[in-house]
């Protein structure tokens, strides 16, 4: 379709990989870059340039969507592309960098002549690759209509907010919810053992009741299981409670419950389960 934008997709890891599929799969010109190639490659086959350089792969696009693990692998990959950066293209910045990490790449859109679009998502693996994302954006009304196609492809829902930061903001708040909510269940499973019952019971006894939900069963059930395999990483849990304890703070919020899962999420990658999903929380309790 001629009248798609050309999208060059920096990062493919975990929730990139799917997002790149979709959007190359409504037909959108896409090209796609990642740190490690062979991450990379497999899209080829779903239709994506592949590219060696992040110069290389935003030559021309129109959209340049960055969907990397914090604000310095952003910040670095980006200026590592600008050489290649097409005057006022607009810049879809999905990956969670907390409040001053948006601030920070703001300010270097600006200094790059990018259209800076904060637009950070609701969801892990299994959402990305279906298309079934939730996404926050926040950014100039001019870009909106630019910008709605890859949107759509990535995702069932999207929400606009009115500035810059604000999407950053809102989903900071959600993801203190499903920090807290994962921390939660292993710690009630942790509890149900140590008592001397068999955790499952806790599972069965609020299935379908208001105490239920669906990250209850599927955490749950997964931590019993000994499943692991990442869906949302340990790694990025914790940067992320990082981000949200920092933000509460320079807010001036006392937020004791979100501090203590930090410290959790915290002590369970040091222990080495970085790399594994955050359910793996409950190996360290």
Same mark, same amino acid.
């Given at each position: ?71 310095? =692998? ?30 920070? !790449?703001?300010?270097? =859109? ?8 904060? =637009? ?6 299994? @959402? ?20 709605? @196609? ?40 942790? !509890? ?6 068999? @955790?499952?019971?806790? !599972? ?19 931590? !019993? ?61």
């Amino acid at each position: 379709m001629t009248d798609q934008p050309t999208v060059a997709l920096l990062g493919t890891g975990i929730m990139g990989a799917g997002m790149a599929r979709n959007i190359a799969g409504v037909g959108i010109p896409l090209r796609v870059w990642n740190r490690s190639r062979e991450k990379a490659q497999p899209l080829a086959d779903a239709g994506a340039t592949v590219c060696s350089t992040p110069a290389e792969a935003v030559e021309g696009a129109d959209i340049v969507l960055t969907m990397l693990f914090d604000t310095e =692998a952003v910040a670095s990959t980006v200026r590592e592309a600008a050489p290649g950066l097409k005057q006022d293209a607009v810049w879809l910045q999905m990956a969670t960098v907390g409040i001053a990490g948006c601030d920070t !790449l703001a300010a270097l =859109a600006e200094e790059l002549g990018l259209r800076y679009v904060d =637009a950070p998502v609701l969801g892990t693996k299994k @959402p990305a690759e279906e298309g079934a994302l939730v996404v926050l954006a926040a950014g100039p009304e001019e870009v909106r209509d630019l910008v709605a @196609p890859v949107l759509e492809a990535v995702g069932s829902r999207i929400t606009w907010l009115d500035a810059v930061g604000e999407a950053t903001r809102l989903k900071l708040v959600a993801n203190s919810w499903v920090l807290t909510v994962v921390e939660g269940i292993a710690e009630s499973l942790t !509890l149900a053992k140590v008592l001397g019952l068999d @955790p499952q019971r806790f !599972l069965d006894v609020v299935k379908g009741g208001a105490m239920d939900a669906p990250y209850v069963q599927l955490k749950g059930s997964a931590m !019993l299981a000994g499943e692991f395999a990442a869906a949302f990483g340990l790694d990025g849990a914790a940067k992320d409670a990082e981000l949200i304890v920092e933000a509460a703070k320079a807010a001036g919020a006392d937020l004791a419950v979100i501090e203590a899962v930090r410290d959790h999420y915290l002590r369970a990658r040091e222990a080495g389960h970085g790399g594994q999903d955050l359910s793996a929380t409950y190996l360290e309790h």
